[in-house]
Nanobody
Framework: QLQLVESGGGLVQPGGSLRLSCAAA????????IAWFRRVPGKEREGISC????????HYSDSVKGRFTASSDNTNNTVYLQMNNLNPEDTAVYYC?????????????WGQGTQVTVSS
């Protein structure tokens, strides 16, 4: 089993940066694929990144590629999502999720979400 807690959301101006954290507790050695999703009210959930903490290899959606960077601090069982050059379109609730592989068709463990608002 695994528990995930997101933090770091908030209000930022367009062009600004924010770093989200996803702290994990439990079977981190097994469920070591950590994905970031975001959801805007009225729209489908969007997968934006996934990182395999065992090797640090990360993948990104086209919508965030070049602006967002995922990283893992395995000592502290924490995955970060560095978000740069934020746009108002990035406003969403951001969730981290975990499973065995980034290629998993679903993710079995989810955090509670953290709100990111990009506005002037």
């Amino acid at each position: 089993q695994l528990q995930l807690v997101e933090s770091g959301g908030g209000l930022v101006q367009p062009g600004g940066s924010l770093r989200l954290s996803c702290a994990a507790a439990g079977s981190t050695s097994v469920y070591n694929a950590i994905a970031w999703f975001r959801r805007v009210p009225g729209k489908e959930r969007e997968g934006i990144s996934c990182i395999k903490t065992s090797d640090g290899v990360a993948h990104y959606s086209d919508s965030v590629k070049g602006r967002f960077t995922a990283s893992s601090d395995n000592t502290n069982n924490t995955v970060y999502l560095q978000m740069n050059n934020l746009n108002p379109e990035d406003t969403a609730v951001y969730y981290c999720a975990a499973d065995r592989e980034c290629s998993s068709p679903y993710f079995g463990f989810w955090g509670q979400g953290t709100q990111v608002t990009v506005s002037s």
